[in-house]
C-alpha cells in the first residue's frame, strides 16, 4: 500500500485541506511545507495562537517522518503530511513506513502519552532531557511528547500493513481553534 | 577572548556571545539539521568564557551576566540543547559568578512562556520572563 492509494478521507472528513503532501519527507520537503504554513495568513486569520501551535506540532510531525522513514517495497520513503481544519479543530495527519517491529514500541509509547495528565507529560519530557544521552528512540519519544503538550489532546495512530516487514504508521493531532483579537 | 557569532538562517537562530563588552543572546527559530553540530560550539565557548573569567581573576560583576533567550520557535531536540546551555550557566555559580536567564516570549505564545517556565525549576539561575 502506498499513500496515494490510500484514499484522503480516511485522514480527512469534511475539514478543508489547507496542506497536502505526499511522497518523500525530506529537509528540502520539510522547509518548503513549514514555509507554506508561516506564509498562509489568511486560513489562520485571528487565530495566531493555533498557528503557532500547527506550527511547532508540524515541525515534529515532518522531522520524524524525515529521520525514521523506512523505504516501502518500491524502496522508496513515501511519507504524507495533511493539514486541515473544521469548525472546531486544525487537523495534522503525518504517515510514513515503519519498520513492523517497531509497531508494539510506537504503540506502547503513544499509549503511554495518551494514559498521562498535562502535568505528567511535561515531567515526562523534562526527565528526558534530563537523560545524559539522548537516543535515537528517546529523541523520537520527545518529539511526540512535544505534540502531545502543543496539541493539549490525545494522539490517534493507526498501523496499515504493506509488504516486506514494514507497515505504513499514521499519527493523527487535533489542534483547537482558538480565536484572539485581530 | 574572542566573541562567537552566528548568523540566523531560516531554521537556525542568530547566537552572539561577547566577553568584551558582554551579550549573551540566542534569537529566533531553532531547528537545525544537525544540532548537536550547531550547539556544542556554543556550549564549548561557555566554557571556555568560565575558565577565562576564573583564570583572568576577574572582579565578581556586581550585577549578574544577562543571557537572552529570544526564541520564535525551537524543537524537541534544541530543547536538549538549550537544557544544557542552561546547565553550563548554572556553573558559573561555582566561581562566584551569576548569570540571570531574560526569557522572551511573544505574548500569543503561551507554549514558549511555559517552556521557560519548565526550565527555570530545573535550575537555580534566576529567570525573569518578558512578553513581547
Not at chain 1, 503532501?21 to 485571528?46: P, Y
Amino acid at each position: 500500500m502506498t499513500p496515494s492509494q490510500i484514499p484522503k478521507y480516511q485522514f480527512m472528513g469534511e475539514e478543508k485541506v489547507l496542506l497536502s503532501h505526499f511522497g518523500t519527507i525530506d529537509t528540502n520537503v520539510t522547509n518548503q511545507l513549514l514555509r507554506n504554513l508561516k506564509e498562509n495568513n489568511s486560513a489562520f486569520e485571528c487565530e495566531e495562537i493555533s498557528k503557532k501551535k500547527v506550527y511547532k506540532v508540524s515541525v515534529e510531525c515532518l522531522e520524524n517522518a524525515c529521520r525514521h522513514a523506512e523505504l516501502n517495497q518500491d524502496q522508496q520513503t513515501s511519507s504524507l503530511f495533511l493539514l486541515g481544519k473544521d469548525e472546531g479543530n486544525y487537523h495534522i495527519v503525518c504517515g510514513n513506513y515503519i519498520e513492523d517491529k517497531g509497531i508494539e514500541i510506537i504503540k506502547k509509547i503513544i499509549n503511554e502519552i495518551n494514559a498521562l495528565k498535562k502535568e505528567e507529560i511535561k515531567e515526562k519530557y523534562k526527565s528526558i532531557l534530563l537523560q545524559n544521552n539522548v537516543t535515537f528512540n528517546a529523541e523520537a519519544q520527545l518529539g511526540i511528547l512535544d505534540m502531545a503538550i502543543k496539541s493539549g489532546n490525545k494522539l490517534e495512530y493507526e498501523f496499515h500493513p504493506a509488504a516486506n516487514n514494514v507497515c505504513f504508521f499514521i499519527i493523527k493531532i487535533q489542534i483547537p481553534r482558538i480565536s484572539t483579537i485581530c | 577572548m574572542e566573541k562567537l557569532e552566528i548568523e540566523a538562517t531560516e531554521f537556525s537562530p542568530h547566537v552572539i556571545l561577547s566577553s568584551q563588552p558582554t551579550r549573551f543572546e540566542i534569537s529566533g527559530e531553532s531547528r537545525p539539521e544537525n544540532t548537536g553540530r550547531f550547539y556544542t560550539p556554543i556550549i564549548n565557548w561557555l566554557k571556555e568564557y568560565k575558565l577565562y573569567l576564573s583564570t583572568n581573576k576577574r572582579t565578581n560583576p556586581q550585577s549578574p551576566l544577562i543571557f537572552e533567550f529570544k526564541f520564535e520557535y525551537f524543537n524537541s531536540t534544541s530543547a536538549k540543547y538549550i537544557m544544557d546551555i542552561l546547565f553550563e550557566l548554572d556553573s558559573f555559580r561555582a566561581d562566584d559568578y551569576h548569570f540571570m536567564v531574560k526569557w522572551y516570549a511573544d505574548t500569543l505564545d503561551e507554549d514558549m512562556k511555559e517552556a521557560g517556565e519548565e526550565f527555570s525549576k530545573l535550575i537555580e539561575v534566576p529567570f525573569e520572563f518578558i512578553e513581547r
